[in-house]
């Protein structure tokens, strides 16, 4: 019995002779502490070394008192806490050495028990390289981050994208450019992205991944989002955002491009009144040269027609002469009862009345040819606008004769200030494009009234018609509905144009199949 307890001390001795060994040398430094009291038993060489204090130095001490006196109470609780849970603990805080330099620790505590002893065992590691190393990228991070905070452009980081992303970094300028947007009264963050937001027309994705947004916030301002992904040291992906405030450049942008539309629509605007003033001076010259023709005709044509019907008038005087002579008794015979003179005599008559009604006929030709070019009334006149309409009809006659019917239902209109010659163009047109559009037969209703203090003229047809959607440009330069070679499309532009230039308005209407109307409004009085 006596020799098994002397080999199991020997085993106790010598497992605690490795115990010791292997304490003394770690390479932390090993504290063996009274849980009562917190007095340090045993400390290892490497305690020595980290602390300053000699091993004998060390035991005696309570153990709060190798730290700096601002962590003695930390330290007391975080021994109290072992003793009374017989848990361990972690913590980081530090050696005051005895040269008072402080040193940088990692503590590590738990409960052993040696028979039926316990004590506490501290285990301090030297962590100073480690926490210079944390310093440094904290040192690191913070000048980064300054320097991100100076750039004049909103920059934030999210993670987890795969997943639920959530924002890891924001700089300086992108946290002012949404704390404006909440107080602007915008409840979303940059981080949010809402598609209705996006502007449709600025999205670019680059050739190497890079995704150029603009987005249109509640707040009315316009903020564009630089989109790229990264890979950090773990490999794990990044968003970056970089958001820039571009609601002055967008606005600009908008209203150049507003102000080049006006510009084209004012260029466009201007090239039509030009054309229009061109075909008007056009065909003002070609009335003027008209005019200028109808006078020379019409003086060419007075001289023989004035001796026709002189000498028209001579001849029915000369054959009722000789009538009264062949029926005077005294007259032969022969004279007096001949059939065949008295056939011949009869003939001889029609021919002078149809010699008379043919010479009238070319002289209210020539007349209708003087009062529509009117060269006597260039001017602003006060005239009948009804003879206007009686002169034009003469002078369409032939496009009309045994294949339109021309319907007049005049009103009682006074007469009109106007440019007479003018507005005998426009009945002219809106005549011959009537008759135009009547294929085969056909009416032209003609309708005058008065309108307050304007004169209302309408001309119907019941012609081919014309298409909804082409109406709107019945009035542009170079438009029209006859086809090629038909029409130049300048007729109802001058119409139009000679309207407004009265200070008037024209109206059309008009039905497929059925037929059109247009209707003339100007003032009685002018303006």
């Not at 991100?148 to 890891?168: A, F, H, S």
Request: hydrophobic fraction near 35%; include cysteine.
């Amino acid at each position: 019995m006596v020799k098994a307890d002397n080999s199991d001390l020997k085993s106790l001795r010598e497992s605690e002779e490795k115990y010791r060994k292997m304490i003394e040398m770690a390479s932390d430094a090993i504290f063996s502490i009274e849980p009562a009291d917190g007095t340090i038993l045993e400390a290892n060489l490497r305690a020595e070394k980290l602390t300053g204090f000699s091993v004998d130095e060390l035991v005696g001490k309570k153990v709060w008192e190798l730290h700096p006196e601002s962590e003695w109470e930390e330290s007391r609780r975080l021994f109290n806490q072992v003793v009374e849970s017989g848990k361990g603990y972690t913590g980081e805080l530090h050696f005051l050495r005895k040269d008072k330099t402080l040193l940088d620790i990692e503590i590590s505590a738990g409960v052993i028990n040696y028979g039926d002893k316990k004590i506490i065992q501290r285990i301090c590691r030297d962590i100073t390289s480690r926490v210079l190393l944390q310093r440094e990228n904290r040192r690191l991070r913070e000048y980064y981050e300054y320097i991100l905070d100076l750039m004049p452009v909103g920059l934030g980081v999210r993670k987890n994208i795969n997943g639920e992303p959530k924002v890891e970094f924001e700089n300086k300028k992108l946290k002012e450019i949404f704390d404006r947007a909440r107080d602007e009264g915008c409840p979303c963050g940059w981080e949010q992205s809402i598609d209705d937001q996006r502007v449709e027309s600025e999205q670019i994705l680059s050739e190497d991944g890079v995704y150029v947004e603009e987005r249109i916030f509640p707040n009315n301002r316009v903020y564009q989002f630089t989109t790229g992904y990264f890979r950090d040291i773990k490999h794990n992906w990044r968003e970056l955002n970089i958001v820039q405030d571009v609601t002055t450049r967008y606005r600009l942008e908008q209203e150049l491009k507003k102000a080049n539309e006006e510009l084209e629509q004012k260029v466009e605007e201007r090239t039509r009144e030009l054309r229009q003033k061109q075909t008007q001076l056009v065909q003002a010259e070609k009335m003027a040269a008209l005019g200028n023709l109808v006078a020379g005709v019409a003086h060419e044509i007075n001289t023989p027609l004035g001796a026709l019907n002189s000498n028209n008038d001579l001849f029915i005087r000369s054959i009722e002469k000789l009538k009264a002579m062949v029926s005077d008794s005294a007259a032969p015979t022969e004279f007096r009862e001949s059939k065949q003179l008295g056939k011949l005599l009869e003939n001889m008559e029609d021919l002078t009345r149809i010699n008379k009604t043919a010479s009238s006929r070319i002289i209210n030709i020539v007349s209708s040819l003087r009062k529509f070019a009117r060269l006597d009334q260039a001017e602003m006149d006060t005239v009948n606008i009804h003879d206007g309409i009686e002169n034009t009809l003469t002078l369409v006659h032939h496009q009309l004769k045994d294949r339109v019917e021309v319907e007049k239902d005049y009103g009682d209109l006074p007469k009109i200030s106007c440019y007479p010659n003018q507005l005998n163009q426009v009945f002219m047109n809106i005549l011959v494009n009537a008759s135009q559009a009547i294929e085969d037969k056909g009416k032209i209703i003609i309708r005058t009234r008065r309108q307050g203090g304007d004169a209302v003229i309408e001309f119907s047809d019941t012609g081919r018609g014309i298409p909804e959607d082409k109406l709107e440009r019945v009035f542009d330069p170079g438009y029209t509905t006859k086809g090629a070679g038909v029409g130049t499309g300048l007729g109802l532009s001058i119409v139009h144009q000679i309207t407004e230039d009265h200070k008037g308005r024209i109206e059309v209407e008009s039905r497929v199949n059925q037929g059109t109307t247009f209707r003339i409004i100007i003032p009685i009085r002018g303006r």
